[in-house]
């Protein structure tokens, strides 16, 4: 599946863009590469910090409610749960995926909605 991007357009602090160039010589990645996966460490470090339990994880799924169907929420809650039973942490990738998980569907069943 393609990746599907959209233009952003804007500024940051010289020294910043000065640190991003070097670095992008440095690695051989474009700016938008370095950029996009700071930000994607960035977004899965706040979700991976957003719980501390399991009834947290929990709680923040309900926000999905009426967003998708109830079996995503109920597949994703189930998942974690077994994730954690068979020895994981609630602050694993894996229950960040999860999220992400809900997310992907909730921006897909919006879509189909818009498209009825």
Do not use: C
């Amino acid at each position: 599946m393609a990746t599907a991007f959209k233009q952003k357009n804007f500024r940051i602090p010289l020294e910043l863009a000065e640190k991003l160039e070097e670095k992008a010589k440095q690695t051989g990645l474009t700016e938008t590469e370095i950029v996009i996966k700071a930000l994607q460490e960035y977004l899965e470090k706040e979700v991976k910090d957003m719980f501390k339990t399991f009834a947290e994880f929990q709680e923040y799924v309900t926000r999905y409610e009426g967003r998708v169907p109830t079996e995503a929420i109920r597949g994703a809650t189930k998942r974690v749960q077994d994730w954690l039973e068979s020895g994981g942490d609630i602050a694993d990738p894996y229950v960040t995926r999860q999220i992400k998980y809900l997310e992907q569907v909730a921006k897909l069943h919006n879509q189909s909605d818009e498209e009825d």
